[in-house]
């Protein structure tokens, strides 16, 4: 879906949101697109966007305790003044503040799973951070740690050492980014836990006003931008059953394809399956 009929300048077009300059603030909708190894599919999951950004302003509910985000006060009530006449369009909508995001993405990893398990398994460590010998794909780590990567405009996103990002965003910053990542990476894991959830790794993103002061931007601890686990079938060495789009990514594995534009057609009973697997963690972890 491509959202159309706004008064609004289009400020922005990712591979799954539109932004939009409404003056004093963005507004950021969520399409239903779905976006894997960095190629937007040819078919999306109905009511994936509205999933996603419900699931997102719970979470941003609980991470405002820990860290200012780039919500506007009010709101619901702003919300609904911006969107009259498009009141179908508030579900998958935030309204925020204008804000000049990092370079990076603040990826916090408390399992090793994916890119992870694969450099862990070449060198025995994830870039500059060593880690235990023996770790199984799936293996809980000691501790969560900071794996920062570039954000690419097109294509790959590369991790990055913690030196090389101290050296981007400034080592005063880099702390900050790099503990309040920990911490919310740590509140969401206790909260998914009591759902009998997992968190095993998550990536934030952040931002600066015009003082200077760091706000927590984007999306927060959403399936998009999150590996869930159920917890009853955790089990390290193996693949681990997901609620984010490791299904979608499994089968895509499965097609030959090359992972360049254009994407295969998703199967019906992918997009159920995509689509059943967003709403049970977002009912599981809101409950």
């Known amino acids: 879906m491509t959202v159309t009929g706004l008064p609004y300048r289009l400020h922005a077009k990712g591979k799954v949101r539109?932004?939009?300059?409404?003056?004093?603030?963005?507004?950021?909708?969520?399409t239903d697109r779905l976006s894997a190894f960095d190629v937007v599919m040819p078919n999306g999951v109905p009511g994936k966007g509205i999933l996603l950004t419900q699931l997102s302003l719970w979470w941003f509910e609980q991470a405002k305790e820990i860290f200012p985000t780039h919500l506007v006060d009010q709101h619901t009530e702003q919300l609904a003044k911006i969107l009259k006449g498009h009141e179908t369009l508030i579900s998958r909508s935030m309204l925020v503040k204008k804000l000049t995001p990092l370079p990076v993405e603040a990826?916090?990893?408390?399992?090793?799973?994916?890119?992870?398990?694969?450099?862990?398994k070449k060198s025995g460590a994830?870039?500059?951070?060593?880690?235990?010998?023996?770790?199984?794909?799936?293996?809980?780590?000691?501790?969560?740690?900071?794996?920062?990567?570039?954000?690419?405009?097109?294509?790959?996103?590369?991790?990055?050492?913690?030196?090389?990002?101290?050296?981007?965003?400034?080592?005063?910053?880099?702390?900050?980014?790099?503990?309040?990542?920990?911490?919310?990476?740590?509140?969401?894991?206790?909260?998914?836990?009591?759902?009998?959830?997992?968190?095993?790794?998550?990536?934030?993103?952040?931002?600066?006003?015009?003082q200077g002061n760091l706000v927590l931007i984007d999306e927060v601890l959403t399936p998009d931008s999150s590996r869930y686990w159920p917890v009853a079938s955790w089990k390290p060495g193996q693949a681990q059953p997901s609620y984010d789009k490791q299904f979608v990514r499994d089968w895509l594995e499965s097609q030959p394809w090359n992972k360049t534009s254009p994407g295969p057609t998703l199967p019906e009973d992918v997009i159920r399956k995509t689509q059943a697997l967003y709403s049970e963690c977002l009912q599981r972890l809101t409950a």
């Open 18 to 30: 539109e932004v939009f300059d409404c003056g004093e603030y963005y507004l950021i909708i969520a």
């Open 107 to 120: 990826v916090v990893r408390g399992y090793l799973a994916g890119s992870g398990y694969k450099e862990y």
């Open 126 to 210: 994830i870039l500059d951070r060593a880690l235990p010998a023996g770790l199984l794909d799936g293996s809980q780590l000691p501790s969560p740690i900071f794996t920062p990567t570039t954000k690419a405009a097109e294509g790959h996103d590369a991790a990055i050492t913690l030196a090389e990002c101290s050296k981007l965003l400034g080592e005063e910053t880099f702390k900050k980014v790099r503990d309040t990542s920990i911490a919310l990476y740590k509140m969401g894991a206790t909260r998914a836990a009591k759902a009998g959830v997992i968190l095993a790794d998550t990536k934030f993103e952040f931002g600066k006003d015009a």
